[in-house]
């Protein structure tokens, strides 16, 4: 297999999501009077201290006039390798504008709101476009407190907004499905508690896009001489900078070495692998390797019978388009699509209602 370099840590990128214009420096409104194209970001700690402890919220209309028993939640988890600060919330935003402009407006009535969460972030040494303090305790933290912010943004969400009232697709890109897999399986979380029953019960598809699902592996795909010797240590400066110096921490703390008691998110009836073979990052072989450990812990393919097990658990592979990044970015509105197509295969779409001239 191939493998090719890395964003370079010293290039500058255009993409959006930057620090730049601080989601905390919006104004917070009344959550019932936000249109759908302002975001607003709500810290989800006690005291509210730090923009990498809050989670971003878009609403297609007033909370209360989505009705709980037809319109459900969409929750993201961004990437950037536990490390970049260019990568947040803010990811979602090209999915959510897509949904709200360009899709079947079918779909946009069945979310009650999209939630976007930011998580406290691994060291990123210089050369880098925005290296980290080393003595910033938020940019230096290592697994599992990602995962715990993680936690804590559900349990605010649910306090809040009650998510599990009406049901919830998370989504996670990169490092994004990393957490999520993890979150589902039994890697610690830390010192907080893991989400509550409610919320783990109504938690009904995952959408999982070019994830890291076994660091080991991760590491051995970048290791001369299938690559160069600079990307290998920016490899390794990923992997120890999130998860220690230790290999068996990187075992440990892998999806693909974990256990997924299906009991635990009794509603969680289809997971979505996708990834593009024009990611020039993350390998095939990491979608590869989750497929085969969450078919051995009972979820069946698409079109596969079950064994009579009477499972709902599917599994479903697609296909996307584009470089790592570029999946996520508006590009032909391919995750706003997996979106619909999951909402339809969880029943979540109404049939739309006729307009009376
Ligand atoms: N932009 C990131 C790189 C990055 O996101 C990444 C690089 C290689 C493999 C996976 C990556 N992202 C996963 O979340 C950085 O500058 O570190």
Request: glycine share 8%.
């Amino acid at each position: 297999m191939t493998s090719s370099t890395p964003t370079s840590p010293t290039t500058p990128t255009s993409r959006g999501g930057g620090f730049g214009e601080s989601a905390l420096t919006t104004p917070v409104s009344p959550i019932t009077n936000t249109p759908l194209k302002q975001f607003h970001s709500y810290p989800y700690t006690n005291p509210p201290i730090h923009i990498l402890q809050t989670v971003t919220i878009w609403l297609p209309r007033p909370l209360e006039d989505s009705d709980p028993n037809s319109t459900k939640w969409l929750i993201y988890l961004h990437g950037g390798a536990w490390r970049d600060p260019e990568c947040s919330s803010k990811q979602f935003i090209p999915t959510v504008n897509y949904l709200d402009q360009l899709s079947d407006p079918a779909t946009m009535s069945a979310i009650a709101g999209f939630a976007s969460i930011n998580y406290r972030l691994s060291p990123y040494p210089p050369p880098a476009a925005h290296p980290s303090d080393p003595s910033d305790p938020y940019r230096n933290v290592q697994h599992p407190t990602h995962l715990n912010d993680v936690c804590v943004a559900l349990a605010y969400l649910s306090a809040r907004f009650r998510i599990e009232d009406y049901g919830w697709v998370g989504i996670g890109h990169s490092a994004g499905a990393t957490l999520w897999t993890q979150l589902l399986s039994d890697v610690d979380v830390g010192t907080v508690p893991r989400p509550s029953a409610a919320v783990r019960g109504s938690l009904s598809g995952l959408v999982l896009l070019a994830g890291i699902y076994d660091l080991p592996l991760f590491l051995e795909l970048h290791r001369a001489p299938l690559v160069d010797a600079k990307t290998q240590r920016i490899y390794e400066q990923i992997v120890t900078g999130a998860f220690g110096e230790d290999p068996v921490g990187w075992a440990v703390a892998s999806p693909a070495n974990a256990r997924y008691v299906g009991e635990e998110w009794p509603a969680l009836g289809l997971v979505v692998l996708a990834r593009s073979k024009g990611d020039q990052l993350v390998e095939e072989e990491q979608d590869a390797e989750i497929e085969a450990v969450l078919r051995q812990q009972g979820w069946v393919g698409e079109g596969e019978e079950d064994g009579g097990r009477g499972r709902r658990r599917k599994l479903w592979v697609r296909q996307l388009e584009g470089g790592h990044d570029e999946v996520w970015q508006s590009n032909k509105g391919q995750i706003a699509g997996l979106v619909q197509e999951v909402f339809s295969r969880l029943g979540f779409l109404q049939a739309p209602l006729i307009k009376m001239e």
